[in-house]
C-alpha cells in the first residue's frame, strides 16, 4: 500500500457558507493531518491523533505553516486558447474571428497539440487547479491530446470536442454527421476512462445549425451521464445574432431549451444577460450558470449578478470559472479576485470563505462530482493544494497584520496568484512542476 501524510493548516468545506461568520459551514484545524492511502483520502484529523497508528517509515509531506485546500476546480476553459490569452479586440465577435478562430486551426496538427496539451496541464498545476471542464477544438487530434495528457497525469478532467458547423472558417468547421459520428468515436474511447470524463460541446447557438443541435439532443440521450458544455448569453450582439438565427425561439436560452440541451449535466459559460424567463428555465432544468469574471470584464461583455440569479425559490447552480484565453489568468485565487470586483460594482457582496467555497466544493458541486473532489473528506480523491499566504514580500508584510482565517483567506484571493501555490498533489502524488 502506497501511504503518506500531508501536514499543514487544514481547511475542507461541508457546505456553502451562509455568511462570513458561518464557522460551521467548514472544518479547519491547525495543526491538522491527512492520511493518504492509494491516493485516497483515508483519515483527516490532528497529526497528534493521526500519527499514533502509524507505523515509522511513513512519507510525511510537512507544511506547515502552510494551509492545505482540496484542489481548486475551473469549470469553463479553453485548452486551445493558451497562446491568445491577452488578445486585443474590442468585443467577443471581434475577439473570436480575428484571434480565436486563427489559433484554433493549428490544433489539427497532433505534435502542436500534444506540445500545448503540456504546457496546459503544467499551468492548470501550477496554478493549484486540479480539475477543469475543458473545451478542445473541432478537430478530434486535440480531443485525444488532451485526455491522452490528462490521464497520463492520474488527473480528473472533463473534455470534449468543440462541435461547429457554421458562421466559422471551413478548417473550423465540422458537419452534422461528422460532428456525431466524432463526438461518438471520442466518447467510447474516453469517457470513464480512468479519471476522464467527457463533455459534449457545441460551441454556441452561433456555430450549430438547428440540426447539429439536434445531433447534440441525440449524443446526450445515448450518453446520459456525459456533460453538455457550451455559452450563453455573453455579449449583446452574439445575443441578437444568437435570436436572428433561431427566430422561431423567444430568447436565447429557449435555443438551448428546444433542442433539449438544458439539464443537470449542462454547464453553461456566461448567462450574463438574461430574462426572466431564462433564468427560471435554467433553474429548473438544473442547469448551472457559470460566472467567469477576467473574461467578461476583459472582452466587455457584462456584469455576471450573482445575487440576482439567487433569487430563485430554489438555489441556483452557480459556477465560477477562468474562461482562458477570453479570461487573462489560469488562476482560480485572482478569479476570485475579479468575481469580487464585479460583485462590488453591483453592491453585492462575496465574502472570504464564500469564494474558497464556491472554487472547491461548490465547483465540484457544479460539476456533480462533490463525493469525490473539491473536499478532504475521508474516500474523496487526494487531489490537494498547498497555500502559501505569504508567498511575496507583500503578501509576507500584509499578513503581519492578519487577525484571522477570514482575512488570511482574502489576502489569498487578492494577492496571491500561482506563487502562493508551492505543491500540489493528484491522487496524492507531488505533482507541481519545478
Ligand atoms: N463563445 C463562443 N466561443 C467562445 C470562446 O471561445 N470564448 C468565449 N469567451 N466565448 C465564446
Ligand atoms: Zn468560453
Known sequence: MNTSIIRGRTLTFVRKP?????????????????????????????YNDLKRDLS????????????????????????????IIGSY????????????????????????????????????????????????????????????????????????????????????????????DDSKKLIQKWHGVGRQLYAISPRFAITSTPEQLETCDTLIKENSDCYLQTHLSENKDELKLAKKLHPNCPDYTGIYEKYCLLGDKSLLGHCIHLSGREVKIINESRSVAIFCPTSNLFLGSGLFSLRGLSKQKK????????????????????????????LQLQGQRLFPIESFYQITLGNAG????????????????????????????????????????????????????????????????PSKNP
Request: charged share 20%.
Open 366 to 429: 457544479a460539476l456533480s462530482l462533490e463525493k469525490k473532489i473539491g473536499t478532504l473528506d475521508i474516500k474523496s480523491d487526494a487531489d490537494i493544494i498547498v497555500l502559501d499566504s505569504r508567498a511575496t514580500l507583500a503578501m509576507k508584510t500584509r499578513m503581519e497584520t492578519v487577525k484571522n482565517l477570514n482575512e488570511e483567506l482574502f489576502v489569498l484571493q487578492t494577492m496571491g496568484d500561482d506563487r502562493s501555490i508551492p505543491q500540489v498533489y493528484i491522487k496524492g502524488k
Open 315 to 342: 438555489p441556483m447552480r452557480i459556477a465560477t470559472a477562468t474562461d482562458i484565453g477570453g479570461g487573462t489568468s489560469f488562476s482560480m485565487l485572482k478569479t476570485m479576485d475579479e468575481a469580487y470586483k464585479v
Open 89 to 180: 479586440a474590442s468585443n467577443l465577435l471581434e475577439w473570436l474571428n480575428t484571434y480565436t478562430f486563427i489559433e484554433e486551426q493549428k490544433y489539427k496538427n497532433p505534435s502542436h497539440s500534444n506540445l500545448m496539451a503540456k504546457q496546459f496541464f503544467n499551468t492548470l498545476i501550477n496554478h493549484g487547479t486540479t480539475t477543469a471542464a475543458v473545451y478542445c477544438t473541432v478537430h478530434p487530434e486535440s480531443v485525444n491530446s488532451f485526455f491522452e495528457e490528462s490521464h497520463r497525469r492520474n488527473m480528473l478532467m472533463i473534455g470534449g470536442k468543440v462541435m461547429m458547423n457554421q458562421n466559422a472558417p471551413k478548417e473550423l468547421l465540422d458537419t452534422v454527421k461528422s460532428g456525431y
Open 56 to 83: 515509522k517509515n511513513i512519507t510525511v509531506y510537512d507544511h506547515r505553516p502552510n494551509l492545505i485546500l482540496p484542489g481548486f476546480i475551473d469549470t469553463h476553459i479553453h485548452f486551445p486558447q493558451m497562446q
Open 18 to 46: 451562509s455568511s462570513i461568520n458561518d464557522v460551521d459551514s467548514y472544518k479547519y484545524t491547525e495543526d491538522g493531518a491527512i492520511l493518504i492511502e492509494n491516493g485516497i483520502i483515508a483519515k483527516l484529523g490532528c
